[in-house]
Every structure is written in structure tokens, then in C-alpha cells.
Nanobody, 122 residues
Framework: QVQLVESGGGLVQAGGSLRLSCAAS????????MGWFRQAPGKEREFVAR????????YYTPSVKGRFTISRDNAKNMVFLQMNSLKPEDTAVYYC???????????????WGQGTQVTVSS
């Protein structure tokens, strides 16, 4: 049974930082592309960042590029999202997800965590 469990969310002031973690189990972690997505109230879930199987390639949505960094530790079956210079518009529930394809297409992600809330106050 595949499980993805996010942690690290919380309330932070604008300009602050948070580090999200996602622990994976029940899958061959190094065989999966890992992605972070977010969903703000009243909005559709959107792609944030992804990282290739080996961690050698990453991709970000333009609104977070230069502020967020995705990384992974295949030995520990974990993926991280370091978020700096946070803005109120980053407020959302953040989800980690796993895909067999290197893509930002939400439909290609087979496994999802339960999400962690990030709230950025102005």
C-alpha cells in the first residue's frame, strides 16, 4: 500500500520560510518522479515543482521559481520543498505526489498525500 505523508506546513509571515517534507512508503521511491502541488480555497489544484528520479533535474512553475527548491533523498524515501520569500498568494494546501512520468500534468500522478496547510499572513 502506497503512502505519502506530508509535514512541515504552518502559519508564517510574508517573507518567511517553511520546509515541507513528504515521506513515501510502499513504492520503489527512486523509480518515481516526485511533484509538489497546491490548492488554494476556491481554486483548482496546481503544479508547483517536480524532481526527476535521480534528482538531477527539476522544474518549477514560474510563480515560485527562484523562491522554492525541491529536493529528494532516495535513501530515506523523502522529498522536500524549501519555500523562501513566502507571499500571501502562496497560501494553500500543499500535496506531494508520485508519477512514473516526468511531467507536471496532474493526471499523470498516481499517488497523493493528504496535504499540509501553508498559510502566509501579510
Amino acid at each position: 500500500q502506497v503512502q505519502l505523508v506530508e509535514s512541515g506546513g504552518g502559519l508564517v509571515q510574508a517573507g518567511g520560510s517553511l520546509r515541507l517534507s513528504c515521506a513515501a512508503s510502499g513504492l520503489t521511491f527512486s523509480s518515481y518522479v516526485m511533484g509538489w502541488f497546491r490548492q488554494a480555497p476556491g481554486k483548482e489544484r496546481e503544479f508547483v515543482a517536480r524532481i526527476m528520479w535521480s534528482g538531477g533535474s527539476t522544474y518549477y512553475t514560474p510563480s515560485v521559481k527562484g523562491r522554492f527548491t525541491i529536493s529528494r533523498d532516495n535513501a530515506k524515501n523523502m522529498v522536500f520543498l524549501q519555500m523562501n520569500s513566502l507571499k500571501p498568494e502562496d497560501t494553500a494546501v500543499y500535496y506531494c505526489a508520485a508519477s512514473e512520468a516526468y511531467t507536471g500534468d496532474i493526471k499523470e500522478y498516481n499517488y497523493w498525500g493528504q496535504g499540509t496547510q501553508v498559510t502566509v499572513s501579510s
